[in-house]
């Protein structure tokens, strides 16, 4: 059973550009959550999907935004790119979008560098 | 308040030694406190758990201690072994069911 799954695995971008990220969970999880990882800190939640919408958003702008499809994958898309946005990007997938009844899994996470 | 503070940001033991790692928090909201692993290259890993109205936690060598007075709450590693080495986070859940992490401890296990 393939666990959560992310690509690409390492992106280079220009400011000013915009990025998609792509997400697989994990078998049977229907909740995606997208974090934000800056080098030697711990990671920050950007927003949670569960059944195609947006269930919870953290403190970011607007220029990161989302997408879940009816398999359950999920996009992060960044626009307007900013040196500040380079990070890991990792996702994570859960059954309950609580977390009350399940974790979260990770995937390896993306590493974005915006230059 | 939203904050968890975690220490000491890196930490070196022998192989065989304790390792300790704490974390404090304010909120009294939050309700779930998980420890997470994350090796180079991976995305962090639930290691072990806790709520609030348990004072302690075991699974094999990994304890979790929690003071729901002080909001503090600490990670052991017991009998230290060089594959423990490894970035730990902790990590608090809100009334928004969001978990709020700790900035990350580097642990070495020294042979």
């Known amino acids: 059973d393939a666990g959560v799954t992310q690509s690409p695995t390492h992106l280079i971008k220009t400011r000013g550009q915009q990025v998609t990220l792509r997400c697989s969970p994990k078998?049977?999880?229907?909740?995606v959550s997208w974090y934000q990882q800056a080098l030697g800190q711990g990671p920050q939640f950007i927003f949670q999907y569960y059944e195609e919408e947006e269930r919870q958003r953290g403190n970011f702008p607007d220029r990161f935004s989302g997408h879940q499809f009816p398999n359950y994958s999920s996009e992060l898309n960044v626009n307007a790119l900013l040196l500040g946005d380079s990070a890991l990007y990792l996702c994570?997938?859960?059954?309950?979008?609580?977390?009350?009844?399940?974790?979260?899994?990770f995937g390896p996470g993306t590493r974005l560098t915006v230059t | 308040q939203q904050q968890v503070k975690q220490s000491p940001q890196s930490l070196i033991v022998q192989k065989g030694g304790i390792s300790i790692i704490n974390c404090a928090y304010e909120?009294?909201?939050?309700?779930?406190f998980p420890w997470y692993q994350q090796f180079p290259g991976k995305g962090p890993a639930l290691l072990i758990a806790?709520?609030?109205d348990v004072s302690e936690k075991k699974e094999g060598r990994f304890t979790i201690s929690f003071n729901k007075s002080a909001k503090q709450f600490s990670l052991h590693i017991m009998d230290s072994q060089p594959g423990d080495s490894a970035t730990y986070f902790c990590?608090?859940?809100?009334?928004?069911?969001?978990?709020?992490w700790g900035a990350g401890t580097k642990l070495i296990i020294k042979p």
């Open positions: 078998s049977g999880h229907d909740t």
């Open positions: 806790i709520r609030p």
């Open positions: 990590a608090a859940r809100d009334s928004n069911y969001q978990l709020i």
């Open positions: 994570a997938s859960s059954l309950d979008w609580t977390g009350v009844l399940d974790e979260q899994y």
């Open positions: 909120n009294t909201a939050f309700d779930y």
